[in-house]
Nanobody, 110 residues
Framework: VLLAASGGGLVQAGGSLRLSCAAS????????VAWYRQAPGKQRELVASIAVGGTTNYADSVKGRFTISRDNAKSTMYLQMNSLKPEDTAVYYC?????WGQGILVTVSS
């Protein structure tokens, strides 16, 4: 499986961005998917995940601001990020079992 992420960039605090991650190959609908992020000098952390049945899980730091979703027909996952804060600045990675996306930079200016 190959993952191609897009949608990052520079945004002011309080703004919004939507990340997308398209998966190639088969089996997307049968696996849980997730978004991680890694800020400078910090370890990679789980941001949000969505299971096959649609159950979602979020890091406490993004609850109420970020929404993960998936479109199995398009083999694509999304991360809608609202009310962005400078501390959300990081490289974001999409993940399915045994595969990582290339990482996309999100920068939130104060």
């Amino acid at each position: 499986v190959l993952l191609a992420a897009s949608g990052g960039g520079l945004v002011q605090a309080g703004g919004s961005l939507r990340l997308s991650c398209a998966a190639s190959g088969r089996g997307f609908s049968a696996v849980g998917v997730a978004w991680y992020r890694q800020a400078p000098g910090k370890q990679r952390e789980l941001v949000a995940s969505i299971a096959v049945g649609g159950t979602t899980n979020y890091a406490d730091s993004v609850k109420g601001r970020f929404t993960i979703s998936r479109d199995n027909a398009k083999s694509t996952m999304y991360l809608q990020m609202n009310s962005l804060k400078p501390e959300d600045t990081a490289v974001y990675y999409c993940r399915v079992p045994n595969a990582w996306g290339q990482g996309i930079l999100v920068t939130v200016s104060s």
